[in-house]
């Protein structure tokens, strides 16, 4: 049989040892069923109304996983421990991505659990089509939770509610992020705690039950464990989008536009002499892409067209004079100045659209 490496807080008490390993076993499963949940919603598209997401049965299935995770964190682990442990691995929690990740799911459980408000999903990703949508649930962010969770907070003066702690772990590295990242990020630290707690594929040190079944993705999606989260991925992904200039012949910038007070430009990008595809960008990567012998040019108000190029105090500038300088035409019919904002916004918010937009793919 494959041995397993030490964890970092071994479980030695063969009971709780006997009760993590069916905990992880069940947390494994329940990673599972939320996966597929995913994809085996009522998510519909409407004619009159746009896409309709469905994430209840989601959030039915994250709820022994919550369970799961909360028995792991203190009965299976932090229980099991003797004092001067015990106290390093709370230690390790207020410090380490993952551990946060399993504190801050405690406000989640206590929720559900304690309180009588719904923990409602967030889902602004649906891929799929004819055959089938599956939904892209996201953990809604802290200021957009229930008051009755917000507010239910222990004190040494009030002995109900989750720790203060618990509440900023949840603002901090919960809200916003994917559901099923998170569940894999509080496996993985378990699985650094005690790796023999998991359940492995016979004669083999791989992981049960791990990577996750494949579907039809839209760009990165963690399927297992040992696997970087979006987030690391997405980091590495814009650094090298930013790092090699779009594809094309060059870009005609149009407009000259705003959102939250950051000033951005846009235009197409010409692949070609019949096609051209629309592009947000900041002026730092404007000016990096014209180093490395990008064109760029601007479509003036008056309807002619200069180079754009880089001024000895390192800002743009087209024919000598400043580029935020320069008067622009307002998007008049579509795409209007709220879809190029639209786009702006997923430009800067996500780097895999913001690949997409630069190389194509």
């Not at 009522?42 to 909360?70: F, K, N, Q, V």
């Not at 691995?89 to 009588?116: E, F, M, S």
């Not at 987030?231 to 094309?248: F, K, L, M, N, Y």
Request: proline share 6%.
């Amino acid at each position: 049989m494959a041995q397993t490496q030490a964890g970092l807080f071994p479980v030695a008490d063969p009971d709780r040892h006997a009760k993590g390993r069916q905990k992880m076993h069940g947390l494994a499963l329940y990673i599972n069923h939320v996966w597929e949940a995913a994809a085996s919603t009522d998510t519909t598209l409407c004619r009159d109304h746009g896409m309709e997401a469905d994430s209840e049965r989601i959030a039915l299935e994250i709820a022994p996983a919550l369970a799961a995770i909360r028995t792991l964190d203190l009965e299976v682990i932090r229980n099991s421990q003797q004092p001067a442990d015990g106290r390093r691995y709370l230690d390790l929690q207020k410090t380490d991505p993952q551990g946060q990740v399993v504190h801050g799911l405690l406000l989640a459980r206590n929720a559900d659990i304690h309180l009588p408000a719904t923990l409602d999903l967030h889902v602004d990703r649906v891929v799929g089509g004819r055959a089938g949508y599956r939904v892209v649930p996201s953990w809604q962010p802290y200021d957009k939770l229930p008051n009755a969770v917000r507010s239910s907070v222990r004190t040494p003066t009030r002995k109900v509610g989750t720790s203060q702690s618990a509440h900023d772990a949840y603002r901090d590295v919960i809200g916003g992020q994917l559901v099923i990242e998170t569940l894999l990020d509080a496996f993985a630290f378990f699985l650094r705690c005690d790796p023999s707690l998991a359940q492995r594929v016979p004669g083999s040190s791989e992981l049960a039950y791990f990577p996750l079944p494949a579907y039809a993705g839209h760009d990165y999606e963690r399927s297992h464990p040992d696997q970087p989260n979006r987030a690391v991925v997405g980091a590495d992904v814009r650094r090298i989008a930013v790092q090699t200039p779009p594809t094309g012949r060059g870009r005609e910038i149009s407009y000259r536009l705003t959102d939250g007070g950051t000033a951005f430009y846009c235009g197409y990008t010409v692949q070609s002499s019949v096609l051209r595809s629309a592009f947000t960008e900041a002026a730092p990567e404007i000016a990096r892409d014209i180093l490395a012998g990008y064109q760029y040019v601007v479509v003036a108000a008056d309807g002619t067209r200069h180079v754009v190029s880089i001024g000895a105090d390192g800002h743009l500038i087209a024919d000598g004079a400043a580029l935020d300088g320069c008067s622009f035409n307002e998007p008049t019919g579509e795409p209007s100045a709220e879809t190029w904002r639209g786009w702006w916004q997923l430009t800067s918010g996500d780097p895999f659209y913001h690949r997409t937009q630069r190389q194509g793919h």
